[in-house]
């Protein structure tokens, strides 16, 4: 069983930064594609980005495309996801999710969907408010 474990979440205001951490206990995240979603109250769980394998590839939900960045280091085992200009249309809970063996064709179609994932984490936090 694969665990995620999400960081990096708080408090900030708006057009302040974050940057949230994954990390996979006991589970190398080199070969697995890692998505980030969030939840805000009374929302379903949206789409934010996923980055492929190799790190190369990413793809970004509209309404952060410029402001959040994702990437990952395979060495460190962790997928970051650099949050800035935030807005507090941006408050929610934030999880990230993975998926092994997952080819470029595959991910780029469904990678935006949160049923492509079968691993993710509990989730942080993050509130913009002034």
């Known amino acids: 069983q694969v665990q995620l474990v999400e960081s990096g979440g708080g408090l900030v205001q708006p057009g302040d930064s974050l940057r949230l951490s994954c990390t996979a206990s006991g589970y190398s995240l080199t070969n697995s594609v890692v998505g980030w979603f969030r939840q805000a109250p009374g929302k379903e769980r949206e789409f934010v980005a996923t980055?492929?394998?190799?790190?190369?590839?990413?793809i970004y939900e509209d309404s952060v495309k410029g402001r959040f960045t994702i990437s990952r280091s395979n060495i460190k085992n962790t997928v970051y996801l650099q949050m800035n200009s935030l807005q507090p249309e941006d408050t929610a809970v934030y999880y990230c999710?993975?998926?092994?063996?997952?080819?470029?064709?595959?991910?780029?179609?469904?990678?935006?969907?949160?049923?492509?994932?079968?691993?993710w984490g509990q989730g942080t936090q993050v509130t913009v408010s002034s």
């Open positions: 999710a993975a998926k092994g063996s997952a080819i470029l064709s595959t991910w780029s179609g469904s990678g935006r969907s949160a049923s492509f994932y079968n691993s």
């Open positions: 980055i492929f394998r190799n790190g190369a590839s990413s």
